[in-house]
């Protein structure tokens, strides 16, 4: 009998170890310039439809790049979002504004390319 509770409180503890590691539905950015070169310092805002990225309105999440132009979003739903990526006179208007719907519990990788 004994041995079956301690069998028992393995499999719950192992089981509860997987569940506890699962990775989040991210989204790791990466955004560099037209000569591809990387950004640091850029802002970047997440939309979840395009009548709010339009707008610049109701952000799902928003943050500046790190010095190796990346900026990573996590807990994000599995929706299709609009990104909106500005530095000074520079911005991502009119390329790659959108990513498809994230993979869940991946982290999914983009990039986006700023020009004048």
Do not use: H, W
């Not at 869940?104 to 390319?113: A, G, L, P, S």
């Amino acid at each position: 009998m004994k041995n079956k509770i301690l069998i028992s409180i393995i499999a719950i503890c192992i089981f509860c170890s997987f569940t506890a590691q699962m990775i989040p539905t991210s989204l790791k950015i990466t955004v560099r310039n037209e000569l591809g070169a990387i950004e640091g310092d850029v802002q970047v805002t997440l939309y979840a439809t395009k009548e709010d990225y339009e707008k610049s309105q109701n952000a799902v999440a928003s943050g500046k790049t790190d010095s190796k132009g990346m900026i990573y979003f996590q807990y994000l739903k599995q929706l299709n979002f609009y990104i909106s990526a500005e530095k000074g006179d520079r911005n991502n208007f009119g390329a790659g504004e959108k990513i498809d719907n994230l993979a869940e519990n991946k982290v999914n990788k983009v990039t986006i390319i700023i020009s004048e």
